[in-house]
C-alpha cells in the first residue's frame, strides 16, 4: 500500500500507547528500587563466601551507637579505632590456618596538594589513623607479593553518626574480609583492607597511606567505596582510569551490575560537588581502581538523619554481592602481576536493567559509533529513495521537504528548550524553585511538559499549514522521525569525535530506529502497520532510558541541597528535563500528530502543565521537611580578632555566620527565625580585611562570599583549645629575602591564609616542597591556604614562610597579612547559651551544623 494515503492513528491505539508507556516506567522503577533479600548468619555456607548482611548490620549498630567520629575526637581516634582493631582480630582468629591475617594502626603525616585555579589547597596533617589490615596466603610461594586494596573511611562529618558515610562501606569491607580469611580460596594476591581515619576534611587518610605506608609500592589496583547516600543500590561510577580490564572483571562477577560512562564523565566534570579517595589513588598513587557509591536520594547524606535506622540489610546484601566476587576474581587476577601491561584506553561501559554489563574499549568505541552512524544515515536515504519510487514525486521536491522538517525539528527542539528554560527562570523569580525538591513528580509536569508540547505543536502547525501534494501526513511525519534520527547521528558523531565516551546514550535511539526502518522497508511502510513497528521498536530505548531518568533525578535532585547558592538549580532540572524528553520521546512526539483529535492532547498537556504550577505555589511545593528532606544550615558563633601592623587591635568582635547551602537559605532563615532579618552580608568586609575576614571552614568558602551573611552575637565562643601564633624569629637572610619562623597551637582543625603585601612575594615554606600559585587575590596579591589537621592531641606547631621583596627590606616594614582559623567541631559542650538558643530557634525542617570558630589577622 501506498504512503498517499492519509489515515490517523485509532482512538484506542492513542489511548493505550500512553497507558503501557505509564506502566513501564513503574516496572522500571520497581526494578530499580528493589533490594535482594539480606542472608542471615545461619544461612552462611561453611566453604563458599557468601556475603552475610545480618552480621554486617549488627556491627553497624556498634559502630554507629559510638556517635559522630569526628577526626581528632577520642571517638574517632580511640573508640572507633579499638573497635575495628577488636573486630579484625577477632577476624583473624577465625581464619582458614592457610590465611595470614594482619593488623595495625598507621599514624601517618605528611601534606598534599590540591591544584585549581581559583581556590588551592595545600593540606598540611599529622598523626592521622589508619586501621591497615591485610590478608594473604600464608606460604610465600603462593603469594605474588602483590595486593589489591579496599578502601573506606570511618570518621564522619559533624552531627552525623555516619550509618550511610562512611559506616556502610566499613562494615561490608569486615564482612567481605571475614568471607576471605575464613576459607582456602587459592588467591594469587593478597588484600589490604584500608580503614582510613581521615577523609572528610581533605583525603588525607588515603594519601597517608599511599605515601606513607611500607605496603603502598605492593598495590596493584584499588576498590574504593564511599557515599553518597542512604539507600539503594551501590553504583560504580569511575573505572581505571585507562585500564579496561577492570570494567571486564566488573561485567563478569558482578552480580547485580549499576555502572554507566555517564555517571564517570558527569563526576570528573566537577557536577558532583564533592570527592572521594578514588582521585588519591589515582593520582598520588598512580593506581589502577573502581569507585562504588550509594548515590541515590542523598537528602540524608552528611545530616544527623544519617543514622542506622536509614540503611537497610538489603542495602549492605547488594553491595556486599557485588564486591565479595570482584574483590575475589581480582585477587586471583594475571593482571596485577604486571599491572602496567594491561594499561590501554577508557572504557565506555554501561549496564542494562541491572541484569548485565557492556563495556568495551576506546577503539571499538570508534568503530560501533561511526557504523551506526553510517548504517542509520543509509536507512534514511533509502527511505527517500522508496518515497520517490512510490509517490512518483520528483526528488528535488523530497529533498526540499527533507530539509525544511530538519529545520522544523530543530525549531521545535530550540523553542521547547527556551519555553522550558524561560519557566525555570521565572519560578525561580517567583521563589518557588526547587518545588519539586520533596515532590519529585512535579519535574514531570513542570519541565517535561512544556518541552513535549513545543515539540508536538510546531511539526502540527507546519504540517496542517503548509499542505504537500506529493506526500500524505504519515509520509511527513516519518521525515520529521528521520530528522529527529539524524539530529540524533550529528550528536553521536560530535561526542565521538570529542572522545566523550557518553555518547554510547545515542547508540539506543539511532540502533532502534534503524532496526524498526529495516523493518518498515521490507513491509513497504504499510499504511499504520508501520506506526507499530516503530512504537514497538523503541520499546528497549524507552526502557533504559526511564531507568537512567531515575537515576540522573534521584541523584541531582538531593545535590541541589548543598550547591551553589548563587544558581538556580531550577536550571539544571530543566535541561536534564529536556534531555531526558528527547532521548525517550524524541522518536515517538512526531507521532503524535496523527492523533485524530490531537488539539485535545495538547490541550491536556497544558492543563497539566497548569495544575502543576498550581501546586508548585502550594505547600505541596515547599521543597524541605522535617527528617526526610531537610533544608541544610551550617551556623558558627566566631570570634574575629583582627590586628593592625603595630600589633594593636582594629576589630574585636563576636558573631554568627551562615553559610548558604542553597537557593533560598536567607529567605527562609529570616521568615523562620525573625532575628536574622537583622543580618548582614559579609562582602561588606571582602574588600578591608584578608578573605572577608571571617573564618571560613577553608579557603573554598570564600567563592559563596555574595551569599554569605552574619549577626552581632552578645556572647564570646568558649575555645577549649585557643589558639596561639607566636613568631618565634625574623631574619634577612639576604637584602630582599626575609624568614619568619612561626609557633602555633589550637584545636584539631585550622586554616592558614597567607598573602604577602604589594611587592612581595611568598617563596618558600615548610608545609611542602614546592608552593602553588595562590588563589583567588585580595588586593591584588595572590592568597595561599593551608589546611592544618592534627588528629590526636594536638601539639605546638612549628612553620616558617620565607618572603622575597622587589627592593631592600626595612626592619620596621610588614610584609605580609597572616589569618589563622580555628575550627572546633568537636566541642558541643563549649556552645554558650546563646549560641544554644538561637539554634534552637531553628524550625524542624532545617538541619543545623553549629559549632564555634576563631580567626586571629596578623601582620608580620
Not at 592568597?783 to 612553620?799: E, G, M, R
Request: aromatic share 12%; hydrophobic share 45%; glycine share 6%.
Amino acid at each position: 500500500m501506498k504512503l498517499s494515503r492519509s489515515h490517523a492513528i485509532p482512538l484506542l491505539w492513542s489511548l493505550l500507547f500512553p497507558a503501557v508507556g505509564v506502566g513501564v516506567y513503574f516496572l522500571i522503577y520497581w526494578n530499580w528500587s528493589s533490594l535482594p533479600e539480606p542472608v542471615l548468619i545461619t544461612e552462611e555456607v561453611s566453604d563458599q563466601p557468601v556475603f552475610v548482611a545480618e552480621r554486617a548490620h549488627s556491627l553497624l549498630r556498634q559502630l554507629t551507637s559510638k556517635g559522630p567520629r569526628v577526626v581528632g575526637s577520642s571517638t574517632n581516634e580511640v573508640l572507633t579505632v579499638n573497635f575495628l582493631l577488636d573486630t579484625i582480630n577477632q577476624i583473624a582468629r577465625d581464619a582458614d590456618p592457610s590465611n595470614l591475617v594482619s593488623v595495625e594502626v598507621q599514624d601517618a603525616s605528611g601534606s598534599m596538594l590540591y591544584y585549581s585555579e581559583t581556590y588551592p589547597m595545600t593540606s598540611f596533617y599529622r598523626d592521622v589513623q589508619n586501621v591497615v589490615a591485610t590478608v594473604r596466603k600464608r606460604s610465600d610461594s603462593q603469594f605474588s607479593g602483590r595486593y589489591l586494596l579496599l578502601n573506606s573511611h570511618f570518621d564522619t562529618v559533624i552531627t552525623s553518626s555516619g550509618a550511610g558515610d562512611d559506616g556502610t562501606m566499613v562494615v561490608v569491607m569486615l564482612e567481605v574480609l571475614k568471607q576471605i580469611s575464613r576459607l582456602n580460596l587459592d588467591l594469587k594476591h593478597g588484600l589490604i583492607f584500608l580503614f582510613n581515619g581521615c577523609e572528610e576534611n581533605t583525603l588525607q587518610g588515603s594519601h597517608g597511606f599511599v605515601t606513607g605506608h611500607s605496603l603502598a609500592n605492593n598495590v596493584s589496583a584499588f576498590l574504593n567505596l564511599d557515599i553518597a547516600s542512604n539507600t539503594g543500590r551501590e553504583i560504580m561510577f569511575q573505572s581505571g582510569p585507562n585500564y579496561p580490564f577492570l570494567m571486564q572483571y566488573y561485567q563478569k562477577f558482578a552480580k547485580r551490575p549499576y555502572a554507566n560512562s555517564v555517571g564517570e564523565e558527569v563526576f570528573q566534570l566537577g557536577l558532583v560537588p564533592s570527592g572521594t579517595d578514588y582521585e588519591v589513588f589515582t593520582q598520588f598513587g598512580n593506581w589502577p581502581g573502581m569507585d562504588f557509591a550509594l548515590s541515590s536520594y542523598g537528602y540524608l547524606y552528611h545530616t544527623k538523619y544519617d543514622a542506622l535506622s536509614s540503611i537497610s540489610p538489603g542495602t549492605l546484601q547488594h553491595i556486599g554481592d557485588n564486591l565479595l566476587p570482584i574483590a575475589i576474581a581480582l585477587a586471583k587476577a594475571n593482571e596485577l602481576n604486571n599491572i602496567s601491561e594491561h594499561e590501554l584506553s577508557a572504557a565506555t561501559f554501561f549496564d542494562y536493567l541491572h541484569l548485565f554489563e557492556i563495556s568495551y574499549d576506546r577503539t571499538l568505541t570508534y568503530v560501533i559509533n561511526c557504523l551506526v552512524a553510517v548504517v542509520g544515515l543509509i536507512l534514511i536515504i533509502v527511505t527517500i529513495v522508496m518515497m520517490v519510487k512510490m509517490e512518483g514525486a520528483k526528488l528535488p521536491k523530497i529533498l526540499l521537504e527533507c530539509g525544511i522538517t530538519l529545520i522544523v525539528q530543530t525549531v521545535a527542539i530550540l523553542l521547547g528548550a527556551g519555553v522550558t528554560i524561560a519557566i525555570a527562570s521565572i519560578l525561580d523569580a517567583a521563589n518557588r524553585s526547587m518545588s519539586w525538591y520533596t515532590s519529585n513528580w512535579l519535574i514531570f509536569g513542570l519541565y517535561f511538559v512544556p518541552f513535549i508540547l513545543c515539540l508536538t505543536i510546531v511539526p502540527w502547525l507546519y504540517i496542517r499549514y503548509r499542505k504537500v501534494s506529493y506526500l500524505n501526513n504519515q509520509g511527513r511525519v516519518l521525515l520529521f522521525l528521520h530528522s529527529q534520527c539524524l539530529i540524533f547521528i550529528a550528536l553521536l558523531l560530535t561526542l565521538t569525535v570529542a572522545e566523550i565516551r557518553s555518547g554510547y546514550l545515542l547508540l539506543f535511539p539511532v540502533i532502534f530506529h534503524s532496526l524498526s526502518t529495516i523493518v518498515n522497508i521490507f513491509l513497504k511502510f504499510k499504511l499504520n502497520h508501520w506506526i507499530y513497528v516503530q512504537v514497538i521498536g523503541q520499546i528497549i530505548p524507552m526502557v533504559y532510558f526511564c531507568a537512567l531518568s531515575i537515576t540522573v533525578f534521584t541523584v541531582f535532585i538531593p545535590l541541589t541541597g548543598r550547591g551553589d547558592p548563587g544558581a538556580n538549580p531550577d536550571f539544571m532540572m530543566a535541561l536534564f528535563s529536556i534531555l531526558m524528553s528527547l532521548l525517550l520521546f524524541g522518536l515517538l512526539i512526531p507521532l503524535v500528530v496523527l492523533l485524530p483529535k490531537i488539539r485535545y492532547f495538547n490541550t491536556l498537556l497544558a492543563l497539566f502543565f497548569l495544575c502543576n504550577v498550581i501546586v508548585a505555589f502550594t505547600p505541596v511545593g515547599f521543597p524541605f521537611r522535617e527528617a526526610t528532606t531537610p533544608q541544610r544550615y551550617y551556623i558558627f558563633h566566631q570570634a574575629r580578632r583582627i590586628f593592625n601592623a603595630d600589633g594593636s587591635a582594629r576589630l574585636s568582635t563576636n558573631n554568627f555566620f551562615v553559610y548558604s547551602m542553597d537557593r533560598h537559605t536567607r529567605r527562609l532563615l529570616a521568615q523562620e527565625v525573625p532575628i536574622w532579618e537583622q543580618s548582614q552580608p559579609i562582602s561588606d568586609f571582602c574588600e578591608q580585611d584578608l578573605y572577608c575576614g571571617f573564618p571560613f571552614y577553608n579557603n573554598r568558602y570564600h567563592r559563596y562570599r555574595e551569599h554569605s551573611f552574619w549577626l552581632p552575637a552578645k556572647s564570646e565562643p568558649t575555645f577549649p583549645e585557643p589558639v596561639r601564633l607566636q613568631l618565634l624569629e625574623k631574619q634577612d637572610i639576604s637584602p630582599n629575602h626575609r624568614r619568619y619562623s612561626f609557633s602555633l597551637e589550637g584545636p584539631t582543625l585550622m586554616g592558614l591564609y597567607v598573602s604577602p603585601h604589594q611587592g612581595n612575594n611568598l617563596t618558600r615554606w615548610s608545609f611542602s616542597n614546592s608552593i602553588l600559585p595562590g588563589g583567588t587575590p585580595w588586593r591584588g596579591q595572590p592568597v595561599y591556604y593551608v589546611n592544618l589537621i592534627q588528629a590526636k592531641t594536638p601539639s605546638p606547631l612549628l612553620f616558617t614562610l620565607q618572603i622575597r621583596t622587589s627592593s631592600t627590606l626595612q626592619p620596621d616594614v610588614t610584609t605580609l597579612r597572616l589569618n589563622i582559623v580555628g575550627n572546633y567541631m568537636h566541642h558541643e559542650e563549649a556552645h554558650t547559651s546563646e549560641f544554644r538558643q538561637l539554634i534552637e530557634l531553628m524550625p524542624p525542617y532545617m538541619h543545623t551544623v553549629a559549632y564555634p570558630s576563631y580567626l586571629e589577622s596578623r601582620e608580620f
